[in-house]
């Protein structure tokens, strides 16, 4: 390989990230402003907890429901790893990933759908937000934002609100 082949591989190694990265971060700062422009609208501010209507909601959305300081009992069941990994990557792909064409309604109601209970929404929301640093209900409202998407968010917050808080073992 001679001296231009070699600039012209590594000067794409180089810019393809750059370019990646340069995409996620326009694309982040598109979604951050169009969050902080909804949370400027309301009274108050506050977190985003707070605009959720239903405090069941609010509840299954907390990332630290899934620890337990408000749960009555004692001994109740938590999702597995690779569940929680599952349903997080589920709706972060069909939301961000793939071609970057729209947002697949279907996937994220279904990984809503088989979910068993509100602790299992709190650990998914737990590990959302560590793994992305996004929340994940500002998320998928943010993803879901016009065009009718609004009949799929009451879809998904009337299957959370209908789920039962815990599950006993």
């Known amino acids: 390989m001679n001296r231009k082949g070699k600039i012209a591989l590594f000067g794409g190694l180089v810019a393809i990230p750059i370019t990646i990265y340069t995409i996620s971060y326009f694309n982040r700062r598109i979604r951050y402003s169009?969050?902080?422009?909804?949370?400027?609208?309301?009274t108050g501010g506050g977190t985003i907890l707070e605009l959720i209507d239903n405090p069941e909601t609010a509840q299954a959305f907390n990332v630290d429901y899934h620890k337990g300081g408000t749960i009555a009992v004692g001994n109740y069941l938590k999702s597995s790893t690779n569940e929680v990994m599952r349903w997080r990557d589920d709706i972060y792909n069909a939301s961000h990933g793939g071609t970057g064409i729209g947002t697949n309604e279907t996937k994220i109601e279904g990984a809503f759908r088989s979910m068993p209970d509100k602790v299992s929404v709190s650990q998914v929301a737990d590990s959302y937000y560590k793994r992305y640093s996004l929340d994940l209900y500002a998320d998928i409202i943010n993803e879901l934002d016009g065009y009718g998407d609004d009949k799929v968010v009451a879809r998904i917050s009337s299957r959370v609100n209908s789920m039962p808080n815990y599950t006993t073992y």
């Open 34 to 42: 169009k969050l902080s422009k909804i949370i400027g609208d309301f």
